[in-house]
């Protein structure tokens, strides 16, 4: 069974820092593009930042986060991380990880809570 | 950027009746487009992709159309578990992931 199972979430202050992962079985890790995807309050989906497959994988960023986040992944602990540095109050959300292979297939995580308040 | 724009933002119907979701892109995004269902405290789930293609287990009454700018996502008969929220995902500009703001379908 697929699983991608997120943790780190919780509450920061602005400007604080935080570092979210998610822990991904049942499929071969190495070879999925993997994503953060977050969602405001009522709000809709929001692409936050992609890590390719591969030997050498590349970074992908929202103007929204460059610069303040960095996304990350160990192939051989099967994680994806998302490390937020410069937390602002417009972050809050909850922090989707995405994994895609193909485009007639992804597997979603449940979710992790970011709380950006003072 | 590519912004997807789905109209209308809510629609109200009721079981059985055909809904048409709208979802225009701000340039040609060709058959790179996918359409999710979410429910309330669930991630969202891939109906469509590639425009008309329904992704694995989802029922033949949701239909994908479209090609370039304009695409539609058509429910033929509602069940009461379709009432959710949709939303629109274009691919083009892969791995910018844009989303439309979503359709609100609600009994």
């Known amino acids: 069974e697929v699983q991608l199972v997120e943790s780190g979430g919780g509450l920061v202050k602005p400007g604080g820092s935080l570092r979210l992962s998610c822990a991904a079985s049942g499929f071969i890790f190495s070879t999925y593009n993997m994503h953060w995807v977050r969602q405001a309050p009522g709000k809709g989906l929001e692409w936050v930042s992609t890590i390719t497959s591969g030997i050498s994988p590349s970074t992908h960023y929202a103007d929204s986060v460059k610069g303040r986040f960095t996304i990350s992944r160990d192939n051989a602990n099967k994680s994806l991380f998302l490390q937020m540095n410069s937390l602002r109050v417009e972050d809050a959300a909850v922090y989707y990880c995405?994994?895609?292979?193909?485009?007639?297939?992804?597997?979603w995580g449940q979710g992790t809570l970011v709380t950006v308040s003072s | 950027e590519i912004v997807l724009t789905q109209t209308p933002a809510t629609v109200s119907l009721s079981p059985g009746e055909r809904a048409t979701l709208s979802c225009r892109a701000s340039?040609?995004?060709?058959?790179?487009l996918a359409w999710y269902q979410q429910k309330p405290g669930q991630a969202p789930r891939l109906l469509i992709y590639?425009?008309?293609n329904r992704a694995t287990g989802i029922p033949a009454r949701f239909s994908g159309s479209g090609s370039g700018t304009d695409f539609t996502l058509t429910i033929s008969s509602l069940e009461p578990e379709d009432f959710a929220v949709y939303y629109c995902?274009?691919?083009?500009?892969?791995?910018?992931?844009?989303f439309g703001g979503g359709t609100k379908v609600e009994i």
């Open positions: 340039q040609s995004v060709s058959s790179y």
């Open positions: 995902q274009q691919r083009r500009n892969w791995p910018q992931l844009t």
């Open positions: 590639d425009a008309s």
């Open positions: 995405l994994g895609t292979y193909s485009s007639s297939s992804d597997y």
